[in-house]
């Protein structure tokens, strides 16, 4: 949570954003090569890529990546900037090095550029002429208003012909892992594999590839017990060499799992056993040392990291965990207290430091319920109402809950991909009916907080889950 000032939000929400709207059109017709999607709030556009090549024009290579929405009748236009070849790592709006469009042939949907904002474009993977990635940042929409747009990702075939040695193409590597067709041999993994205990930089698979054709690759395995393993690079020579895959993701699971691995057309598979640990079967983890790192999608030096510690704190009769919350910016009570019961999550604070009054707040500090696990989607619910001063005004806030969303499918946020997330809307209210503030929080199964916005009325901050840590 972020400290409120009430009279700012008041001044902010009579602030209107007025900009240019523009208008693109581009015919394309094509056989669908992949798949991309994209978020406005809780609304999801997806669609097909139709094609996606690299043109260059004197020193500068074009990546295009043209398509559709399910429907056909929405274009989608990602196009990334290099002055070399494209490799794995992000394209900046604010570098001319992406831009995006997503409209129809009346008007634009969605414009995103320099001009308009930050807008981040990562290349995940490319070679072996495929492409992945995702994108998330401001933009412009028909009205003229400015929008985030969220869990931007695509895949796709690509001609990479034209990209020099860094990308594929001609340049893409060739070769086949391990010693015999289909098995892994050798393979060497490291590391310690454990029950809900999240995979770290140690968690590492070295396998062997016989290289016939220098150049970049990828090679990956499918996700398993919520663990994957990769690695991007280039090979500058033939015959045999050991790549070591990096490991991510949490395990939810026990036992040997097996993992295939994919280098272009070659295929092999591999197991790994994973020891019995204790699993966080809640939505909100509160054991000591888990923490939780967000960062702001459009602003790379606004983070805040929320660490669970050993402490409690007694307030009114409940007791409940000390959590610490450090910012950058600094911003906010370096303590933030939580508990729970019986899927009933619960946070304490103090009024007058959370909402800015002047003087001590009516109540002085307040617990409220900011998660319930066994309602239904759609269920809203109220905080106690508070009451405090600015000046010679004196306000009446509330908090409205809502779980919003109860996601069941695979859903990407930050490094976390889960199938099991809480969307809960915190909506703040001068009493009795004037919207000032509102707030997003998702929370993932066995994780933890992994996403949470703001909006004043007029801006919009998003964050994203960068790095967590959570101990059974």
């Known amino acids: 949570m972020k400290t409120l000032k009430i009279y700012s939000l008041i001044i902010l929400l009579t602030t209107l954003f007025v900009s240019c709207q523009k208008e693109y059109s581009l015919e394309v017709i094509v056989t669908p090569a992949g798949t991309w999607q994209f978020n406005d709030g809780t609304k999801l556009y997806a669609g097909n890529i139709d094609t996606a090549y690299i043109e260059t024009t004197g020193t500068t290579k074009t990546l295009n990546l043209i398509g559709k929405s399910a429907d056909g009748q929405q274009n989608f236009l990602l196009h990334l900037y290099a002055t070399d070849s494209f490799t794995v790592g992000t394209y900046k709006a604010s570098l001319f090095q992406s831009d995006f469009q997503y409209y129809t042939q009346s008007k634009t949907i969605y414009q995103a550029d320099q001009l308009i904002g930050e807008f981040i474009v990562t290349i995940t993977a490319i070679g072996n002429n495929n492409i992945t990635g995702i994108f998330a940042g401001a933009s412009e929409d028909s009205t003229g208003a400015i929008k985030p747009l969220t869990l931007g990702k695509f895949t796709s075939r690509i001609n990479l012909i034209g990209n020099g040695t860094g990308g594929?193409?001609?340049?893409?590597?060739?070769?086949?892992?391990?010693?015999?067709?289909?098995?892994?041999?050798?393979?060497?993994?490291?590391?310690?594999?454990?029950?809900?205990?999240?995979?770290?930089?140690?968690?590492?698979?070295?396998?062997?590839?016989?290289?016939?054709?220098?150049?970049?690759?990828?090679?990956?395995?499918?996700?398993?017990?919520?663990?994957?393993?990769?690695?991007?690079?280039?090979?500058?020579?033939?015959?045999?060499?050991?790549?070591?895959?990096?490991?991510?993701?949490?395990?939810?699971?026990?036992?040997?799992?097996?993992?295939?691995?994919?280098?272009?057309?070659?295929?092999?598979?591999?197991?790994?056993?994973?020891?019995?640990?204790?699993?966080?079967?809640?939505?909100?983890?509160?054991?000591?040392?888990?923490?939780?790192?967000?960062?702001?999608?459009?602003?790379?030096?606004?983070?805040?990291?929320?660490?669970?510690?050993?402490?409690?704190?007694?307030?009114?009769?409940?007791?409940?965990?000390?959590?610490?919350y450090d910012s950058i910016p600094s911003i906010g009570p370096s303590e933030l207290y939580y508990r729970k019961s019986s899927g009933l999550y619960y946070e304490n604070f103090n009024t007058k430091a959370f909402f800015g009054f002047d003087s001590t707040g009516n109540p002085a500090d307040v617990e409220y319920i900011f998660l319930k696990d066994t309602v239904p989607q759609g269920t809203t619910w109220n905080s106690p109402n508070i009451?405090?001063?600015?000046?010679?005004?004196?306000?009446?806030?509330?908090?409205?809950?809502?779980?919003?969303?109860?996601?069941?499918?695979?859903?990407?946020?930050?490094?976390?991909?889960?199938?099991?997330?809480?969307?809960?809307?915190?909506?703040?209210?001068?009493?009795?009916?004037?919207?000032?503030?509102?707030?997003?929080?998702?929370?993932?199964?066995?994780?933890?907080?992994i996403y949470n916005s703001f909006n004043n009325g007029t801006k919009t901050d998003i964050y994203h889950v960068g790095s967590y840590q959570v101990f059974p």
């Open 168 to 324: 594929g193409g001609a340049g893409s590597a060739i070769g086949t892992l391990g010693a015999s067709s289909g098995v892994c041999t050798p393979v060497s993994p490291s590391g310690t594999y454990t029950q809900g205990v999240t995979l770290t930089s140690t968690n590492t698979v070295q396998v062997q590839v016989t290289v016939t054709t220098p150049g970049t690759y990828t090679i990956s395995t499918n996700t398993v017990n919520g663990v994957s393993f990769s690695k991007t690079g280039t090979f500058t020579a033939t015959g045999v060499q050991n790549v070591i895959l990096n490991g991510t993701g949490t395990p939810t699971n026990s036992g040997s799992q097996n993992f295939i691995v994919t280098f272009g057309s070659s295929v092999c598979n591999f197991s790994i056993p994973f020891a019995t640990g204790t699993v966080i079967t809640d939505y909100f983890p509160t054991t000591t040392g888990s923490y939780w790192d967000l960062g702001n999608i459009n602003n790379p030096t606004d983070s805040f990291k929320i660490t669970a510690t050993s402490g409690t704190k007694s307030i009114s009769g409940s007791v409940y965990n000390i959590f610490t």
């Open 387 to 449: 009451t405090g001063t600015q000046g010679v005004t004196s306000f009446t806030i509330f908090i409205k809950m809502t779980l919003f969303a109860k996601v069941t499918t695979p859903t990407t946020v930050g490094i976390v991909t889960s199938s099991d997330i809480l969307k809960m809307r915190y909506e703040y209210f001068l009493a009795p009916t004037t919207l000032f503030y509102t707030e997003e929080r998702w929370f993932a199964k066995g994780i933890g907080l």
